[in-house]
Nanobody
Framework: QVQLVESGGGLVQPEGSLRLSCTAS????????VGWFRQGLGKEREFVGQ????????SYADYVQGRFTISRDNAKNTVYLQMNSLKAEDTAVYYC????????????WGQGTQVTVSS
């Protein structure tokens, strides 16, 4: 089992920045990729981006390219989502998920952290 805990959400003004953290514990050797997803009110959960747990290769959804950056600190078992130039439409609950090496699916999820972009 892998446990994921997100932190860093909050209220930020448009064009502001926020950094989310996702800390993993438990059977972290099972993790292949850590991804960030978000779910706005009344919307389906959507992919934001992901990073290889060891190799560090990243990929992003088109709508966050150039604004969001994912990084990791393996010593702290933590993945970060740096969000810049935030817009009102970025308001959502942000989740991190761990893609397992065996299943190739996002089997593990954090509890989510609320990000609200508003003036």
């Amino acid at each position: 089992q892998v446990q994921l805990v997100e932190s860093g959400g909050g209220l930020v003004q448009p064009e502001g920045s926020l950094r989310l953290s996702c800390t993993a514990s438990g059977s972290i050797s099972n993790i292949n990729v850590v991804g960030w997803f978000r779910q706005g009110l009344g919307k389906e959960r959507e992919f934001v981006g992901q990073i290889g747990w060891r190799g560090g290769r990243t990929s992003y959804a088109d709508y966050v390219q150039g604004r969001f950056t994912i990084s990791r600190d393996n010593a702290k078992n933590t993945v970060y989502l740096q969000m810049n130039s935030l817009k009102a439409e970025d308001t959502a609950v942000y989740y991190c998920g761990a893609l397992g090496k065996v299943t190739g699916r996002y089997d593990y999820w954090g509890q989510g952290t609320q990000v609200t972009v508003s003036s």
